[in-house]
Nanobody
Framework: QVQLAESGGGLVQPGGSLRLSCNASGFTLAYYAIGWFRQAPGKEREGVSCINIDDGSTYFADSVKGRFTISRDKAKNTVYLQMNNLKPEDTAIYYC???????????????????????WGQGTQVTVSS
Protein backbone atom coordinates (compact mmCIF):
# COMPACT_ATOMS: atom_id res chain seq x y z
CA GLN A 1 0.00 0.00 0.00
CA VAL A 2 1.56 3.26 -1.16
CA GLN A 3 1.61 5.94 1.51
CA LEU A 4 3.14 9.39 1.51
CA ALA A 5 3.54 11.42 4.68
CA GLU A 6 4.48 15.09 4.64
CA SER A 7 5.99 16.98 7.55
CA GLY A 8 7.78 20.25 8.22
CA GLY A 9 5.13 22.83 7.50
CA GLY A 10 4.43 25.77 9.77
CA LEU A 11 4.34 29.52 10.20
CA VAL A 12 7.36 31.52 9.10
CA GLN A 13 8.09 35.18 8.54
CA PRO A 14 8.83 36.53 5.05
CA GLY A 15 12.43 35.84 4.15
CA GLY A 16 12.52 32.78 6.38
CA SER A 17 13.10 29.12 5.55
CA LEU A 18 11.36 25.79 5.99
CA ARG A 19 12.23 22.26 5.00
CA LEU A 20 9.43 19.91 4.05
CA SER A 21 9.88 16.14 4.15
CA CYS A 22 7.96 13.49 2.25
CA ASN A 23 8.41 9.97 3.53
CA ALA A 24 7.25 7.18 1.25
CA SER A 25 6.22 3.76 2.50
CA GLY A 26 4.77 0.66 0.95
CA PHE A 27 6.93 0.87 -2.14
CA THR A 28 10.50 1.47 -3.20
CA LEU A 29 11.28 4.65 -5.05
CA ALA A 30 12.97 3.07 -8.06
CA TYR A 31 11.43 4.25 -11.37
CA TYR A 32 9.36 6.88 -9.51
CA ALA A 33 9.23 10.61 -9.48
CA ILE A 34 8.20 12.47 -6.36
CA GLY A 35 6.97 16.00 -6.43
CA TRP A 36 5.70 18.84 -4.33
CA PHE A 37 2.50 20.59 -5.27
CA ARG A 38 0.69 23.39 -3.53
CA GLN A 39 -2.79 24.81 -3.34
CA ALA A 40 -3.59 28.25 -2.03
CA PRO A 41 -7.14 29.27 -1.05
CA GLY A 42 -9.23 29.90 -4.13
CA LYS A 43 -6.52 28.73 -6.50
CA GLU A 44 -5.85 25.56 -8.43
CA ARG A 45 -3.25 23.09 -7.29
CA GLU A 46 0.07 23.68 -9.02
CA GLY A 47 3.36 21.84 -9.37
CA VAL A 48 6.20 23.40 -7.38
CA SER A 49 9.10 21.00 -7.81
CA CYS A 50 9.65 17.39 -8.82
CA ILE A 51 12.56 14.98 -8.84
CA ASN A 52 13.28 11.78 -10.72
CA ILE A 53 14.45 9.42 -8.00
CA ASP A 54 16.69 7.39 -10.33
CA ASP A 55 18.59 10.02 -12.33
CA GLY A 56 18.07 13.00 -10.03
CA SER A 57 16.67 15.27 -12.73
CA THR A 58 14.58 18.08 -11.31
CA TYR A 59 11.96 20.60 -12.27
CA PHE A 60 11.07 23.87 -10.55
CA ALA A 61 8.22 26.23 -11.20
CA ASP A 62 9.41 29.67 -12.29
CA SER A 63 7.95 31.21 -9.13
CA VAL A 64 10.33 29.24 -6.89
CA LYS A 65 13.50 28.95 -8.99
CA GLY A 66 16.53 30.11 -7.06
CA ARG A 67 14.71 29.87 -3.73
CA PHE A 68 13.65 26.22 -3.43
CA THR A 69 15.74 23.08 -3.78
CA ILE A 70 14.62 19.45 -3.89
CA SER A 71 16.63 16.43 -2.87
CA ARG A 72 16.15 12.73 -2.16
CA ASP A 73 17.54 10.23 0.31
CA LYS A 74 17.00 6.82 -1.21
CA ALA A 75 18.04 4.99 1.95
CA LYS A 76 15.34 6.79 3.93
CA ASN A 77 12.74 6.73 1.13
CA THR A 78 12.41 10.46 1.69
CA VAL A 79 12.33 13.55 -0.48
CA TYR A 80 12.98 17.02 0.89
CA LEU A 81 11.92 20.46 -0.25
CA GLN A 82 14.14 23.21 1.13
CA MET A 83 12.36 26.52 0.88
CA ASN A 84 14.37 29.70 1.37
CA ASN A 85 13.51 33.37 1.13
CA LEU A 86 9.85 32.55 1.59
CA LYS A 87 7.25 35.05 0.44
CA PRO A 88 3.62 35.55 1.51
CA GLU A 89 2.55 34.22 -1.90
CA ASP A 90 4.14 30.87 -0.99
CA THR A 91 1.39 30.38 1.58
CA ALA A 92 -0.52 27.22 0.69
CA ILE A 93 -1.10 23.62 1.59
CA TYR A 94 1.84 21.65 0.23
CA TYR A 95 1.23 18.12 -1.00
CA CYS A 96 3.68 15.38 -1.79
CA UNK A 97 2.87 13.15 -4.75
CA UNK A 98 4.48 10.18 -6.48
CA UNK A 99 4.14 7.89 -9.46
CA UNK A 100 6.15 5.94 -12.00
CA UNK A 101 8.04 8.12 -14.44
CA UNK A 102 7.52 5.76 -17.43
CA UNK A 103 8.16 7.87 -20.58
CA UNK A 104 7.30 11.23 -19.02
CA UNK A 105 9.75 14.07 -18.58
CA UNK A 106 10.20 15.43 -15.09
CA UNK A 107 8.38 18.58 -16.18
CA UNK A 108 5.43 16.49 -17.27
CA UNK A 109 5.45 14.76 -13.90
CA UNK A 110 5.03 18.18 -12.30
CA UNK A 111 2.25 19.33 -14.62
CA UNK A 112 -1.15 18.92 -12.97
CA UNK A 113 -2.89 18.91 -16.35
CA UNK A 114 -1.00 15.73 -17.36
CA UNK A 115 -2.50 13.72 -14.48
CA UNK A 116 0.80 11.88 -14.06
CA UNK A 117 0.79 11.69 -10.26
CA UNK A 118 -1.68 9.24 -8.71
CA UNK A 119 -0.39 8.87 -5.17
CA TRP A 120 -0.87 11.79 -2.83
CA GLY A 121 -0.16 12.69 0.77
CA GLN A 122 -2.53 14.54 3.08
CA GLY A 123 -0.73 17.85 2.83
CA THR A 124 1.01 20.20 5.22
CA GLN A 125 0.21 23.87 5.75
CA VAL A 126 2.84 26.50 5.05
CA THR A 127 2.01 30.04 6.12
CA VAL A 128 4.32 32.95 5.38
CA SER A 129 3.30 36.00 7.35
CA SER A 130 4.72 38.68 9.58
Amino acid sequence: QVQLAESGGGLVQPGGSLRLSCNASGFTLAYYAIGWFRQAPGKEREGVSCINIDDGSTYFADSVKGRFTISRDKAKNTVYLQMNNLKPEDTAIYYCAADWVLLNTIQQMCDMSKLTMNYWGQGTQVTVSS
